[in-house]
Nanobody, 116 residues
Framework: QVQLVESGGGLVQAGGSLRLSCTAS????????MAWYRQAPGKQRELVAN???????NYADSVKGRFTFSRDNAKNTVYLQMNSLKPEDTGVYYC??????????WGQGTQVTVSS
């Protein structure tokens, strides 16, 4: 299995930027699938972006062109660079990983608040 530790959330004005980090307890090369999810107050958790082991990145339509999912293999860390933030991007952001054997893990979540 894998443990995930997130950081980088905070309060930002609309139009601003934040970068979230998610550090894994094992090599990213050994992880089949990683993703960022978010959950706004009163809403279901939704997929923001995902990264397959083959390196392909997929984004939710609502964040395309504004968010970028990247990785630093040497640091076992993935990032979510969020630009042109909107109030509707507010929520708790979670890192998710799935390893061989279909073991899935979630990070503890980090709060992102975008003020108008």
């Amino acid at each position: 299995q894998v443990q995930l530790v997130e950081s980088g959330g905070g309060l930002v004005q609309a139009g601003g930027s934040l970068r979230l980090s998610c550090t894994a307890s094992r090599s990213i090369f050994s992880i089949n699938y990683m993703a960022w999810y978010r959950q706004a107050p009163g809403k279901q958790r939704e997929l923001v972006a995902n990264l397959s082991n083959g390196g392909y990145v997929n984004y939710a339509d609502s964040v395309k062109g504004r968010f970028t999912f990247s990785r630093d293999n040497a640091k076992n860390t993935v990032y979510l660079q969020m630009n042109s933030l909107k109030p509707e991007d507010t929520g708790v952001y979670y890192c998710y990983a799935r390893v061989p054997g279909n073991f899935a893990s979630w990070g503890q979540g980090t709060q992102v608040t975008v003020s108008s």
